[in-house]
């Protein structure tokens, strides 16, 4: 069983388009994470929410809207997508409510913006 | 603010050749230090940790250690193999403990290793 599963694993799309990835653990952790590497591999972390309540909201454009239905699941909507939007995006998740740095990634879902 | 630098890669290396990644911080407060690796088409996996000054973390015959005095936390290995090829990223944590509390990446550094 994967512990932390996102979806899609690739998604190919033209610009202006809003598209959603779905991530799902089943570790029972609190926290759940989006952030995005780019092509150069730098990671920087979005958003993270803690039992279905925002916690981290980094300088993200408003066209970035995660969603969190309970503390299994964050999703991650994109509005109006932009050509620098292309990047792989890693959902995480994390074994405590008080965040030690300890994070389960699953496997990414990569972007592209056409 | 809070950042994390390592050695630029690619990194090549010969298989039983002895590895060295640096890594450098600056960070306020009392850091946490982590070391992660991402194999090809997966995603991180958290390799070792170091949570005090002084500590040695150590995984999969990986060693690192916390050294408050140079700010460092450098990754090396003895005897590197061919399925230790990934990349690797240097990570501290900000208010370790607290919900509040971020995980920062440095740029990651990839190794090569070839029979």
């Known amino acids: 069983d994967t512990a932390v599963s996102q979806t899609p694993k690739y998604l190919v799309t033209q610009m202006g388009n809003d598209k959603s990835i779905k991530c799902e653990q089943n570790?029972?952790?609190?926290?759940m994470y989006w952030y995005k590497q780019d092509s150069k591999k730098f990671l920087k972390i979005m958003f993270s929410?803690?039992?279905?309540?925002?916690?981290i909201n980094e300088t993200v454009p408003n066209r970035f809207s995660p969603k969190s239905p309970d503390k299994a699941h964050l999703n991650l909507h994109i509005n109006s997508l932009e050509l620098g939007d292309s990047a792989v995006y890693f959902c995480?998740?994390?074994?405590?409510?008080?965040?030690?740095?300890?994070?389960?990634f699953g496997e990414g879902s990569r972007l592209t913006v056409l | 603010g809070n950042s994390v630098t390592q050695m630029e890669g690619p990194v090549t290396l010969s298989e039983e050749a002895f590895l060295t990644i640096n890594c450098t911080y600056t960070?306020?407060?009392?850091?946490?230090l982590f070391w992660y690796v991402q194999y090809p088409g997966e995603g991180l996996q958290l390799l070792l940790k170091a949570t005090k000054a002084d500590d040695k973390g150590s995984n999969k015959g990986f060693e690192a250690t916390y050294r408050k005095e140079t700010t460092s936390f450098h990754l090396e290995k003895g005897s590197v193999q061919v399925s230790d090829s990934a990349v690797y990223f240097c990570a501290l944590i900000t208010r370790p403990g607290n919900q509040g509390g971020k995980l920062i990446f440095g740029q990651g550094t990839e190794l090569s290793v070839k029979p």
């Open positions: 960070a306020t407060g009392y850091p946490s």
């Open positions: 929410y803690n039992n279905k309540e925002l916690i």
């Open positions: 995480a998740s994390s074994p405590r409510t008080k965040n030690t740095g300890e994070l389960f």
């Open positions: 570790l029972g952790h609190d926290t």
